[in-house]
């Protein structure tokens, strides 16, 4: 069963500093793979989704695949106070339906 | 329009009793699905609907109910809540069911709290 984990748990950094976000997954057959975002008392919104090894980009959000090391990392550039935020990882199987999350990073971007 | 709403946005209730939360979409996606989220935790996936079809998970299948008259709405039923029922719970809905470019769009939650 699809296992996915985040870290750090939390993280602080200043207005400005690249913000970098690991999660690791157990199942090496998924090819689906979203980073997401939740703001405190509001829904989830999708930041980038990645589906083969290597960098895709939206925005300032770089996400980064590797599936051999079963790592999907998000760097966020330049991140401001209003990124603070719970960021989640999301994981699904190849030709499944079934999206697995981390428990996520709380980011706080100081000013 | 790409939202998903969600009624009630906060919900009070006594142990024992009912709950029925709400969920729409317009974006005339095959699949809603419902999730429960607590404090640092990982969201957990509850059920889903693929078009008129009720998937559950095996943990929770006699816990929650879910009924999808028409593909826009989407309901989540708790027959008698407990303490442990707490949680945000999130409702998303995705156009490509079993496609790998399937991408969820979430409603803002619907806080439960259990008393």
């Known amino acids: ?111 | 329009d790409t939202t998903v709403k969600q009624n009630p946005r906060y919900k009070l209730a006594r142990v024992g009793k009912p709950v029925n939360l709400i969920c729409s979409q317009t974006m005339n996606h095959d699949t809603m699905y419902w999730y429960q989220k607590k404090p640092n935790q990982a969201p957990k996936l509850l059920l889903f609907y693929y078009d008129k079809i009720l998937n559950r998970e095996a943990d929770t299948f006699e816990k929650f109910q879910s009924s999808r008259p028409n593909n826009s709405f989407c309901s989540l039923y708790i027959g008698s809540a407990g303490l442990e029922y707490s949680a945000m719970y999130l409702c998303a809905s995705s156009r490509d069911w079993g496609a790998n470019t399937g991408q969820l769009y979430f409603g803002e939650g619907s806080k439960l709290t259990v008393l």
Request: aromatic share 10%; with cysteine; charged share 20%.
């Open chain 1, 1 to 111: 069963q699809q296992k996915v984990q985040q870290s750090p748990e939390s993280l602080t950094v200043s207005e400005g500093a690249m913000a970098s976000l690991n999660c690791t997954f157990s199942d090496r057959s998924s090819d689906n793979f979203r980073w997401y975002r939740q703001h405190s008392g509001k829904g989830l919104e999708v930041l980038v989704s990645i589906f083969s090894d290597g960098e895709k980009e939206e925005g300032s959000f770089t996400a980064h695949l590797n599936r051999a090391s079963l790592h999907v990392f998000l760097h966020i550039r330049e991140p401001q106070p209003s990124d603070s935020a719970l960021y989640l990882c999301a994981v699904r199987g190849t030709g499944g339906y079934k999206v697995v999350f981390g428990s996520g990073t709380r980011l706080l971007v100081s000013p």
